[in-house]
C-alpha cells in the first residue's frame, strides 16, 4: 500500500463538489472568468492542498481526483469575500423592518423630549419604520448618554443631546462615555435663547446698572437656576466672572419652582428662557436686562443683548443635538442629516419648535461637531475658575 492520500472532496472548502465558497460564488455567477462550463478549472492536486480533508491512505493505483480548483482563483475569490461583506454591512446598516431607537436621557416631557418624538413621528412617517423614544435618566443624563455609546454602530440607535453633554466632562471625574470619540454627529436641531431677569424691586434698567448694583452688595444678592450645573446657573456664573460681582447661587428642582421664588422676591436675579420670561415681564412681575445671545431675539426685539451693553462677546444659548454611536456608516448619518434638514424648516416644526422658543437650525454634522468641540473647551475653563464640582 503507498503512503498516497485519500483525499475526499466532499470535505474540501476548495472542492466545488464540497459546496463551499466557490460553489456558492459560482452558483451566483461572480468570478465568471474563472469558471468553465459552470465549474471550477481544476487540476491534479498536491497532496498537501487538501491535508485537512485527509481521511486515509488510497487504494494501491486508484488516481487521486483533483479537491481543489487552481490556487491562483484564491486571491480573487477572497476579493470577493471582502466585498461582499461590506455591502453586507451596507445593507444591514439602518435597516427598514427593524425599529430606530431614539435614546433620550431625560424624563418624559421635558423640552428634549418633546423634540424627540417630533422627529421621530417625521422618520416613522417619511420611511414607514417603527421610531421608539426611550427615556433613560439619571446621572444627569449620562446613564442614556453611556447606553447609547455602547449600542451598534448600525443606524438604528440615536441619542438627543442638550447643552449638559458638553458640561458633564468637567462635572464628572469618569464618564461611561468620551464626548468626542464615542459618538458621530448627525445635526443640530435648534437653538434658544436665554435673558437676564431681576424682580422688579431691584433698582436696575440695564445690565450696567445690576452690575453696580451687585458690586455694592458682594454675597448679598442670591440667584435662582433651574439646577445645578444647568445651563442657567453656569450663565450667571459666566457673569459674574465677567463683571467681576458676588452672588449666592439657589439652585430649584425646575424651572418653575425657580420662577416662582423670582417673582416672590426670595431671589433677585436669574438667567431665564427668553419664551418662558416674556409673560411674566408683559405683566411686570420681572423686569428683562438682557439676552445672552450675540443678536437680539425676533420674539423680544425690545430686549437688547448683553454684548451691545458693554459685556462683549457674551453668548449662553440652549441649544440641542442628536449623534449616532461612532462608527455608523457616513452615507446613513447623512440620509438622518437629509432627511431632518428638511423637517426642521417645515411648517410644522417651526410651529413645534416656536412653542419652545427655539429655533430651527439644522446644517451638516460638522456644524454640531465643531459646536461640541467649541463648548466642551469653553465650559471647561468657566466650571474650573468657578470651582464648580459634581453633587
Not at 430606530?100 to 431625560?106: G, H, K, L
Not at 439676552?291 to 440641542?320: H, I
Request: aromatic share 6%; net charge positive; hydrophobic share 40%.
Amino acid at each position: 500500500m503507498t503512503g498516497a492520500t485519500h483525499t475526499d472532496a466532499s470535505r474540501c472548502p476548495l472542492s466545488p463538489r464540497g459546496r463551499g465558497l466557490p460553489w456558492l460564488l459560482n452558483s451566483f455567477g461572480w468570478v465568471k472568468g474563472r469558471f468553465r462550463n459552470n465549474r471550477f478549472e481544476e487540476r491534479p492536486p498536491h497532496p498537501s492542498e487538501c491535508a485537512a480533508a485527509s481521511v486515509g491512505p488510497l487504494p494501491q493505483g486508484e488516481r487521486a481526483q483533483s479537491c481543489a480548483p487552481r490556487l491562483r482563483i484564491v486571491p480573487v475569490l477572497l476579493a470577493a469575500l471582502a466585498l461582499s461583506s461590506i455591502a453586507s454591512g451596507a445593507t444591514r446598516a439602518q435597516q427598514p423592518g427593524r425599529p430606530i431607537t431614539i435614546i433620550v436621557p431625560y424624563s418624559p416631557g421635558t423640552g428634549i423630549d418633546i423634540l424627540a418624538r417630533a422627529l421621530g413621528n417625521e422618520l416613522s412617517h417619511k420611511w414607514g419604520q417603527l421610531v421608539v423614544v426611550d427615556n433613560k435618566t439619571g446621572a444627569s443624563g449620562n446613564i442614556g448618554t453611556g447606553l447609547a455609546a455602547r449600542a451598534a454602530p448600525d443606524g438604528n440607535t440615536l441619542l438627543m443631546i442638550a447643552k449638559v453633554f458638553v458640561v458633564n466632562p468637567s462635572l464628572f471625574k469618569t464618564l461611561p462615555y468620551d464626548p468626542i470619540r464615542s459618538f458621530d454627529p448627525i445635526i443640530k436641531i435648534a437653538t434658544g435663547s436665554i435673558v437676564l431677569a431681576v424682580h422688579p424691586s431691584v433698582p436696575a434698567n440695564t445690565a450696567q446698572e445690576f452690575v453696580q448694583y451687585a458690586k455694592a452688595r458682594p454675597g448679598e444678592i442670591n440667584y435662582g437656576s433651574p439646577g445645578f450645573a444647568t445651563p442657567h446657573h453656569l450663565a450667571m456664573e459666566l457673569f459674574k466672572q465677567a463683571t467681576g460681582t458676588n452672588m449666592v447661587h439657589v439652585p430649584y428642582k425646575g424651572t418653575s419652582n425657580a420662577m416662582a421664588d423670582l417673582i416672590g422676591n426670595q431671589v433677585s436675579a436669574m438667567f431665564i428662557p427668553t419664551h418662558v420670561a416674556l409673560p411674566h415681564a408683559q405683566d411686570n412681575q420681572i423686569r428683562l436686562l438682557g439676552v445672552a445671545s450675540l443678536e437680539r431675539v425676533p420674539v423680544a426685539p425690545d430686549v437688547p443683548t448683553l454684548d451691545e451693553q458693554g459685556l462683549t462677546g457674551f453668548e449662553v444659548d440652549l441649544w440641542f443635538g442628536q449623534l449616532a454611536p461612532a462608527g455608523t456608516p457616513r452615507d446613513v448619518v447623512m440620509r438622518y442629516n437629509t432627511a431632518l434638514n428638511d423637517f426642521l424648516h417645515s411648517p410644522k416644526m417651526v410651529a413645534e419648535l416656536a412653542k419652545q422658543g427655539l429655533n430651527a437650525s439644522g446644517g451638516t454634522p460638522d456644524v454640531l461637531r465643531d459646536l461640541i468641540a467649541h463648548d466642551l473647551d469653553k465650559w471647561a475653563k468657566i466650571i474650573k475658575e468657578a470651582g464648580i464640582k459634581a453633587e
